[in-house]
């Protein structure tokens, strides 16, 4: 016997001797001071890990807008790994609520919990990804009671970086700049190819190839019961925020799962006791409202979403902070130097480098998956409980389906809305024949989405309007929204869903793939657009007429179109307003020439162009920039830090110069458009008749404010803007302008019309979310196309891109565009 277990334990050391550390393979130990591994190395210790161990199992899972590979590794013992896709269909058939109960009950105490483990998403916030490796290493190697446990209990499904792209370019930025005056300079581009920071919130739209990808391993192929999104940074001094989150509750999460956050919140709060590790904050910022980020939307989904954010100090570069820096109070009033209910431990300062953020967050990490471990019968059993309610729910109706019509005016649009639905895990059915429901008729080909169906709050979120309640801080002022208001998906991408209350009966076939609808040359149809680019790359002519009908070949009036000469702007700052706008112009295949500052300061700009689009930017910004030698106050240390000032090439904006080619530029007939933030450079600097009714920047006069809602508006459809919209429609908005005219009637003709093509409604304003103080523009001006020489000037009082989920709105920008560069018939 002694000598089989001195054999057993050479092996062992043997073999894991074999698994290299992350300091054998980086050469150099996750967190070190000014290193930061890139993504191929990362990756490249996975693959290593995978070879050298059966605890381990590496498999791409997509690609990144950029090209670059994705991976997931699932980490358990060896026996569970051989049965991956036996405990992967056994997890499924769980959540959807397949399973009678005896059945259930029986598939709980047989599977294993499912734990999602991701990092990097916010490039930025470079520790999450750093730890990856390490957190890895130790679920392979670790043999302490703990982590065998978790590795015969749980199966942990670890994303080692979630944005690859951002990840190689901060790395790669960080390299060049550590040393230099410039070393905690922010990126002059964005982390992600159209969003940056946005990334996380595109989890209910879809739009970005990560986020599909993702989506489709979390909510139709494994369904894990946490999923733990980390991020950095918190409030001040604190050094991880970790759940309870903090009001407002959005009441379509199910209670047992907002319970269910909130426990392992507090036992993850009791971990970092037992460590001695303080700063540990919870019930701050971060909300129960919003649906649309990473860890908010699998709460929909009757999962645990769990968020950290875990301090950062700039990069891979420490600091060291003085007591005299911790402040009395955090911003809600608490206090920050003496212990409270949600801080108790408070942090008074000392080093912090990303090594101490690795360590509080592998502290997180193995909170959660010991009590994953302890509990993995319960949290299965959860799920099919959850999903089972909430399908027995939807089946008493009230409401019973929401039925989506195709013979709606833009049927592509209502495709591509089912289609991020499904891509969510929602199920789709599509009816056979014609069937009868809330007293309609509906043609066959109609789409269903039943409410009795597992993932029916997310449904039901999307689909209904929201209404932000309104909780009174200390001060009497209604608590702001974390993210933004409302979402109403309907009402964002302009589609025509029917809510049925009560049961009706309909032959449905469910649809597993919904493919994209084919183009169409009706001005109401978004696709249309595509259509048009296509006709036009072809060399087919294309024309609209007086009334905006499509039409080609041979055609009188109107106006022939051509392929857009568009320029857009691009700050050095990593506008994410730009990004987005990118996304729509590559999505519907308009060309377009992005400029910089020293573009814009060159003459010629009308020959080369047609149009210039300013996404949403303060005037400031656009002009100025930030001038060399100035400390760039969005970098991680603040506007002391000494290294953080930008590089000569990303200083300065347009300057006078600019301004005034820009004006030239319109006078000799080309089209400025300006979105929200942006209309104060031209309203500010052009002589347009033209004033803001509302501040700049989001800050309201007259009390007005609006943190992210859907706003009733009239539309002027005969104009050529505003071809194929409907005349009343929807538009969000996050703050936003409404403007005046200022000519009297007389004088508003020729060379200097002012004409509004949409206006706030006049009543019944507010769709979805919260507004106040909606008197400052009920009625007003939301969209002015103003003469200006033989040009223009269009000014969007809103973002008709927003973030890519604006869809019924996307026209008026769109038209804009085409109609910069056609000619009159």
């Given amino acids: 016997m002694r000598t089989r277990f001195w054999i057993l334990l050479a092996l062992t050391t043997s073999l894991w001797a074999a698994v290299p550390t992350p300091r054998e393979h980086l050469g150099f130990t996750p967190g070190d001071e000014f290193k930061l591994a890139d993504y191929t190395q990362i990756v490249s210790y996975f693959q290593k890990l995978e070879k050298a161990s059966d605890r381990l199992v590496l498999k791409q899972f997509g690609r990144t807008s950029d090209g670059r590979p994705m991976y997931i590794a699932a ?86 970086c979630i944005n690859p792209d951002g990840l190689d370019w901060i790395v790669e930025w960080y390299r060049k700049n550590v040393g230099t005056p410039h070393e905690l300079s922010p ?97 701050f910022g971060f909300d129960g409202w919003w649906n649309g980020g990473l860890r908010s939307v699998p709460a929909f989904h009757n999962m645990h979403g769990i968020l950290t954010e875990t301090a950062a100090a700039g990069y891979a570069t420490p600091r060291v902070y003085q007591a005299g820096e911790i ?132 449904l039901v979120d999307l689909m209904e309007p929201q209404k932000y309640p309104e909780i009174k801080t200390s001060g009497g002022v209604t608590k702001r929204p974390y993210d933004i208001a409302g979402w109403t998906l309907r009402m964002l991408m302009g589609v025509e869903v029917g809510r049925i209350e009560d049961p009706f009966d309909a032959d449905l076939a469910r649809v597993d793939r919904i493919g994209a609808a084919a183009p169409a040359l009706d001005h109401r149809d978004n696709s249309s657009f595509l259509k048009t680019a296509e006709l036009l790359r072809d060399g087919r002519p294309v024309h609209w007429s007086k009334s905006g009908e499509i039409q080609t070949g041979a055609a009188s009036g109107g106006w022939q179109l051509r392929r857009p000469r568009l320029a857009l702007y691009e700050p050095w700052t990593g506008n994410m307003d730009t990004g987005w706008t990118q996304w729509v112009l590559d999505t ?36 100025n920039g930030i001038r060399l030698g100035e400390r760039s106050t969005s970098s991680q240390r603040g506007p002391e830090a000494k290294n953080a000032q930008p590089r000569p090439e990303h200083t300065g904006g347009i300057a006078l110069a600019g301004l005034k080619n820009l004006d030239d530029f319109v006078r000799e007939g080309g089209m400025l458009i300006a979105l929200d933030g942006a ?115 269009v000014l969007f009082g809103f973002r008709p891109q927003f973030r890519g989920q604006t869809f019924g709105t996307f026209k008026l920008l769109l038209n804009a565009i085409y109609w910069a560069s056609a000619t009159a018939n």
């Fill in 187 to 283: 990126m002059p581009r964005l982390y992600q190819k159209y969003a940056g920071h946005d990334n996380n919130r595109d989890y209910f739209m879809l739009n970005l190839e990560e986020t599909r990808q993702v989506s489709r391993l979390l909510f139709q192929e494994w369904f894990p019961q946490i999923v733990y999104n980390q991020h950095q940074q918190p409030a001040f001094p604190a050094r991880i925020f970790i759940p309870p989150y903090a009001e407002p509750l959005n009441p379509n999460i199910p209670a047992p799962v907002m319970e269910g956050i909130n426990v392992i919140g507090s036992f993850m709060a009791e971990r970092f006791s037992r460590e001695n590790k303080p700063g540990v904050l919870s019930y």
């Fill in 679 to 793: 209309t104060e450079l031209p309203m500010q600097h052009f002589p347009l008749p033209v004033r803001g009714l509302l501040r700049a920047g989001g800050e309201p006069a007259d009390a007005f404010y609006c943190p992210g809602s859907i706003l009733r508006m009239t539309v002027d459809n005969t104009h050529p803007l505003a071809f194929g919209m409907p005349s009343e429609a929807y538009l969000f908005t996050s703050g936003g302008q409404a403007f005046s005219p200022t000519l009297l009637d007389e004088y508003n003709q020729g060379d200097r019309e002012v004409k509004a093509v949409a206006h706030y409604a006049k009543k019944d304003l507010l769709a979805s979310g919260w507004v106040s103080g909606e008197r400052a523009v009920l009625g007003r001006p939301a969209l002015i196309h103003a003469r200006h020489g033989k040009g223009s000037v």
């Fill in 327 to 458: 402040p009395e109070r955090f911003s809600s009033g608490i206090p920050a130097r003496e212990p409270s209910i949600f801080y108790q431990r408070p942090w008074m300062g000392g080093r912090w480098s990303v090594r101490e953020a690795i360590d509080y967050m592998l502290t997180a990490d193995f909170a959660i998956l010991d009590l994953a471990s302890a509990r993995p019968s319960y949290f299965l059993l959860k799920a099919w409980e959850l999903a089972r309610a909430s399908i027995e729910q939807g089946r008493k109706g009230k409401p019973f389906a929401y039925v989506v019509p195709m013979n709606q005016p833009d049927r592509w649009t209502a495709v591509e809305m089912l289609r991020r639905m499904s891509g969510a895990g929602v199920e789709v059915r599509q009816a056979r024949a014609e069937f009868q429901a809330g007293g309609k008729s509906y043609p066959a080909g109609t789409y269903v989405m039943p409410a009795g169906q597992p993932f029916r709050p997310y």
């Fill in 588 to 623: 519907f295949q308009v060309p377009y020439t992005p400029i910089h500052n020293d573009d814009i300061r060159k003459s010629g700009l009308r020959g080369r162009f047609d149009s210039i689009l300013f996404a949403s930017q303060s005037a400031a910004s656009i002009l």
């Fill in 75 to 160: 980490i358990s013992a060896p026996e569970n790994l051989k049965q991956l896709e036996r405990y992967c269909a056994l997890n499924r058939r769980l959540a959807l609520g397949e399973a009678s109960e005896a059945e259930g009950r029986g598939l709980a105490a047989e599977g294993k919990a499912v734990v999602w483990i991701d990092s990097g998403l916010h490039a930025s916030e470079v520790a999450p990804a750093q730890q990856a490796p390490d957190l890895a290493w130790r679920m392979v190697t670790g043999e302490d009671e703990e982590t065998r446990r978790i590795r015969q209990n749980v199966i942990l499904l670890q994303v080692p």
